[in-house]
T-cell receptor, first 117, second 117 residues
Framework: QQQVKQSPQSLIVQKGGISIINCAYE??????FPWYQQFPGKGPALLIA?????SEKKEGRFTISFNKSAKQFSLHIMDSQPGDSATYFC????????????????FGQGTILTVHP | GAVVSQHPSWVICKSGTSVKIECRSL??????MFWYRQFPKQSLMLMAT?????????EQGVEKDKFLINHASLTLSTLTVTSAHPEDSSFYIC?????????????FGPGTRLTVT
């Protein structure tokens, strides 16, 4: 119930195209859904995050779409660039209920994005 | 923005020895820090939650006597891998939440590459 399932495992997109990565979760107690970008040998960096009270959030070329009833959320990268080539992780955590799971991030399996020039 | 540093960035040690990894929040205070382990081409797995002034909370399957965590101040947490073995070779990453904000955002360090020979 703590799992977050991410797909696809890898994705190849041409420059200027749209990259779409999907995640699904089971635990309805999750109330914070961030996306992270990680380059080889580096720590993850927060890209964008959403709370379940909104269905979409956009920041620059990055958009999160959130479907609470389906327990799914996705990352859309518009106008993908070669510099976007990295591994992307979705994650989920719960804050409101506190307890021993307070703030812990559960990560998806990751998606290796390659953007060809 | 909030910055988390780790030291060292990489370390090689011999089997049976211990190695200490530091995680510092440089420009904010963090009552809670998290320690993750990441194997090549895999996702981040939470090892433990480090709480300032109290004992760490370990995830199921993580040996608390092997991975010693100390959170002595609001800006420093340390992870000591005791009696390291080659299977402990991994990428260790910490994260911290800014006590002074009311956001759920966690800031990640750059990671420490541990190689046990």
């Amino acid at each position: 119930q703590q799992q977050v399932k991410q797909s696809p495992q890898s994705l190849i997109v041409q420059k200027g195209g749209i990259s779409i990565i999907n995640c699904a979760y089971e635990n309805t107690a999750f109330d914070y859904f961030p996306w992270y970008q990680q380059f080889p040998g580096k720590g993850p960096a927060l890209l964008i995050a959403i709370r379940p009270d909104v269905s979409e959030k956009k920041e620059g070329r990055f958009t999160i779409s959130f479907n609470k009833s389906a327990k799914q959320f996705s990352l859309h990268i518009m106008d993908s660039q070669p510099g976007d080539s990295a591994t992307y992780f979705c994650a989920a955590s719960m804050w409101a209920r506190g307890g021993t799971s307070y703030g812990k991030l559960t990560f998806g399996q990751g998606t290796i994005l390659t953007v060809h020039p | 923005g909030a910055v988390v540093s780790q030291h060292p960035s990489w370390v090689i040690c011999k089997s049976g020895t211990s190695v200490k990894i530091e995680c510092r929040s440089l420009d904010f205070q963090a009552t809670t820090m998290f320690w993750y382990r990441q194997f090549p081409k895999q996702s981040l797995m939470l090892m433990a939650t480090s709480n300032e002034g109290s004992k760490a909370t370990y995830e199921q399957g993580v040996e608390k006597d092997k991975f010693l965590i100390n959170h002595a101040s609001l800006t420093l947490s340390t992870l000591t891998v005791t009696s390291a073995h080659p299977e402990d070779s991994s990428f260790y990453i910490c994260s911290a939440r800014d006590l002074g904000t009311h956001t759920y955002e966690q800031y990640f360090g750059p990671g420490t590459r541990l190689t046990v020979t």
